[in-house]
């Protein structure tokens, strides 16, 4: 299936259902949709599940992981060697992410979308022994290449190597849906990666790069204002086409971001719930949404990060974020950690008894 | 132990741990707290517990029933009926709070506070059979009267009764301690319990019976209207002392906001973290905190409520909400759902690798 055919295939979440689900709430014996949120997250993933039974048990997140070129330009306070470094992390377990997806019971799947180094994985069978349910660790090779090019002299990318990014996202998660997976998180790793996911949500919102611009992981001063001057040149040399996600993702994406974009059309596709992140898995949103802006059904945004530009991004594609805790780590951890809101919703849709059920009188009024 | 001698005993949480778990958080493999509210959250329960091994696996929700004479004057959209009808869907396990309790593997406790039926709970050994750990109700009684007079009347409850039902919040809770449980967390039923909630947290903290004054659990415009002049004339008629909780507790208050208070003078007695929940839970909050302050190291907010005077009752203590989710149900739906935020937070302080431990290189700023 080529990226076409993928978007063609993609529809809206079911209205009907949606109704149907709305009714089934409306009978919970509580006050008229008192969980506020929770109500409307069981209800929507009744509609996208296409079922009055809907089921987030398994689970897994994709943590993509590239590398950037323009690190060469200084936009971040850690060495690129970190990339790989943490990728190892996630592999022995010892990362945020991890802590957050075990606890949620989610499985953490790394994918080498385009690190600089060979990263191996030894799974001996110590590894996963006894680790119980979500503890699962794998890593998935489809390096597109070995970083990105530094996108102030030119494109980061080439448009086979943005295409190829995103469907080698897409087949990889249509994989774990085919294998299961009730709902999906995505989660990035790579050094320098808020640069790219500023400058995609710049371009695709119409903001400023001034606006769209964060300390990424605690830069200084000086480099902060550097940071959205480069981001403003990548843009103005490269001009890339707003309405055009594949020129974009080329010009001043990243392979995670494209990695993700792809994962999310998947979702959107095989009509699972997909939790995104932070900025760079919103970014990777974002190129999706301008690919087929029906995925916008599909998505819950987990949490809203300390980057400022990704309110801004997340207001674009009209979504809510459930959590706003001042994170701003990113590795898919603010999606996993709203894996427990998002399942509760579900679990209130199917466990909660109605007034007939529990033989409690309704509201008078 | 009589209250003055609980109040007493009462420390502020240890600011020498609090310090060596901040030290400990810098060295997390993450950029400098990059998991926000996650990373405070550990380092609280550390300066709680008075230990660099947090631990919150053990959980309990108290959800505390009353009835209130101040349904007379209509301010409910329920019937009355409708307290014991729901401490009867807390036993069967299909209310709310069940269901999110199961999902954070909390045990929840029903206390008769003083609610007007007698309930009786049949534990038969179909009942926990298979529920799995978490599942696990209890009733427990405690009724101080049959409902709380019509404060518009006169006073809700003799001082008597007052100090009575906080001493059994206080017994309760102490026991579950004791039994091993390492988080709290506070609930509530009660027709008609947002408006004393509202009439204490309006004394306590100093704002109009308007601006306290929410819908509760949907009530319509004129009742809407008419819930906060029965307030301000409650407050009016008893002129509670703004500084005695105990008089604000037996003029305006209800034997769950008793209980509440007491259970969690419990929790900071034995250093133990409790959430609370939404507008009735925190009027609780109010009355011990206006007992003993130090009792707001101890505490969690689990959510901001709908309930407009839950904002400035949770400022008035000085705690930031954790979640935000249009809900309004009560029952400690909203701290149960917190419980699994505060649970991130330890796993990540005690779970997450150092730099040193992962081999990762640290920032170069």
């Known amino acids: 299936m080529n990226l076409e055919e993928i978007v063609n295939s993609i529809e809206p979440a079911d209205q009907q259902i949606l109704g149907q689900a709305q009714e089934h709430t409306s009978r919970l014996v509580m006050p008229l949709r008192a969980l506020g949120r929770l109500n409307e997250i069981g209800e929507r993933i009744c509609a996208i599940q296409r079922t009055l039974k809907p089921s987030v048990k398994s689970k897994a997140i994709l943590v993509m992981a590239g590398d950037h070129g323009i690190v060469a330009q200084g936009v971040s306070a850690f ?44 799974t001996g069978s110590s590894d996963t022994k006894g680790a119980g349910p979500g503890a699962e660790k794998k890593l998935i090779i489809r390096k597109i290449a070995r970083g990105t090019k530094d996108f102030t002299h030119g494109p980061a990318m080439t448009k086979e190597e943005a295409l190829k990014s995103i469907e080698s996202g897409y087949e990889v998660a249509s994989r774990l849906v085919q294998e299961g997976v009730e709902l999906l998180g995505t989660g990035d790793m790579g050094i320098g990666n808020t640069t790219p996911s500023s400058a995609v949500g710049a371009v695709i919102t119409g903001q400023s790069a001034k606006e769209m611009t964060g300390r990424g992981t605690g830069v200084d001063d000086e480099t902060f204002a550097r940071k959205s001057d480069i981001i403003e040149s ?83 594609i009209g979504l809510e974020p459930l959590l706003d805790l001042g994170m701003r780590l990113g590795e898919g951890t603010g999606g996993a950690l709203a894996m427990h809101i998002i399942e509760a919703g579900v679990r209130v849709f199917r466990e909660v008894a109605t007034f007939d059920e529990a033989g409690v009188s309704e509201s008078v009024a």
């Open 79 to 122: 060495p690129q060697e970190v990339t790989g470094e943490m990728v190892k992390t996630f592999l022995s377990g010892g990362a945020g992410i991890n802590v957050l997806a075990r606890q949620t019971g989610a499985s953490v799947y790394v994918v080498d979308m385009g690190i600089i180094p060979d990263v191996v994985h030894h």
């Open 234 to 316: 990548g843009i103005s040399i490269n001009a890339p086409d707003p309405k055009d996600a594949i020129d974009i993702l080329s010009k001043v994406g990243g392979f995670e971001i494209g990695g993700t974009a792809g994962a999310i059309l998947a979702a959107a596709r095989f009509r699972k719930p997909v939790v995104i992140d932070g900025l760079i898995s919103t970014a990777g949103a974002l190129i999706a949404y301008t690919l087929c802006p029906a995925v916008a059904d599909y998505m819950f945004a987990g949490h809203r990060s300390v980057e400022q530009g990704h309110r801004i991004m997340l207001e674009h």
